[in-house]
């Protein structure tokens, strides 16, 4: 059995799918149909009338700022529009649980930010929200939970912290020197806590299993071997390292 927001969809499969809101990545759009046609369209198909309505599909236009564009051909809009639009159609019974497929795809960055401001609204207002995306960076940004899936088996789940520390419990540091990478790898091989370095057009990277303290202690041995260090920075671990870190690269 699966729960949706509490509800059965065995025992209760139509009150369970009136709880879930589905965007697809791509959708049909229809010949000469307008914006506020396609909603309405939508709106009726959901069961709303009257002035009921015209109030639900208002709201929906406010949220996703569609107002200028109501009586525009769907087919003459970005594809930054269409995804607005297909995201209102979404909202238009006020589902509970929000399931996006590959909301950002094809989109340009402003049209990006855009969409993640929306989604984060949605979050707000207390609504549980799945995405599935191959933008691991723009996922980052939103996510608090994330399951990473290869060949339709489970790789790891959960918040995006735990996920971080278990496949990186050791820090990641970044060192540019005007020494120079290949003498800074040298240097670096040398030093005890030190594993995995990589090294870098400008500078190299390395895995640090000592402590805050012992990071000092390195950076003064850096100073008086010489390396002239310029930056010593803390590498944040992203989803790209998790998802590289959990999957083997098998094609389904």
């Not at 238009?92 to 989109?107: C, K, S, T, W």
């Not at 419990?169 to 990478?181: F, I, Q, T, V």
Request: negative net charge.
């Amino acid at each position: 059995d699966v729960l949706v927001d509490g509800v059965s969809v065995i025992e209760e499969p139509r009150a369970a799918r009136q709880r879930i809101g589905f965007m697809p990545d791509s959708y049909g759009a229809y010949a000469n149909t307008t914006v506020l046609d396609y909603l309405d369209f939508f709106a009726r198909a959901y069961g709303l009338r009257g002035a009921q309505r015209r109030q639900v599909i208002e709201r929906v236009i406010e949220f996703t700022t569609l107002g200028e564009l109501l009586e525009k051909h769907i087919d003459a809009l970005s594809k930054g529009m269409k995804q607005r639009l297909c995201l209102a159609k979404t909202l238009l019974h006020d589902p509970a649980v929000l399931i996006l497929d590959e909301p950002a795809a094809g989109l340009d960055p402003r049209a990006r930010v855009e969409l993640r401001e929306l989604v984060k609204a949605l979050a707000q207002m207390g609504k549980a929200i799945l995405l599935s995306s191959h933008i691991l960076t723009e996922l980052s940004e939103m996510c608090t939970s994330v399951t990473v899936i290869e060949r339709g088996k489970v790789r790891g789940s959960g918040t995006v912290a735990d996920i971080i520390k278990s496949v990186t419990p050791k820090m990641r540091l970044y060192l540019r020197a005007l020494a120079g990478p290949e003498h800074s790898e040298r240097v670096l091989l040398e030093r005890p806590h030190i594993a995995a370095v990589r090294r870098e057009p400008l500078g190299v990277s390395f895995d640090f299993e000592g402590t805050q303290e012992e990071v000092a202690v390195l950076l003064e041995a850096l100073v008086a071997a010489g390396l002239k260090p310029v930056e010593l920075t803390l590498r944040e671990t992203n989803l790209e390292d998790i998802f590289l870190s959990l999957t083997e690269g098998r094609v389904q």
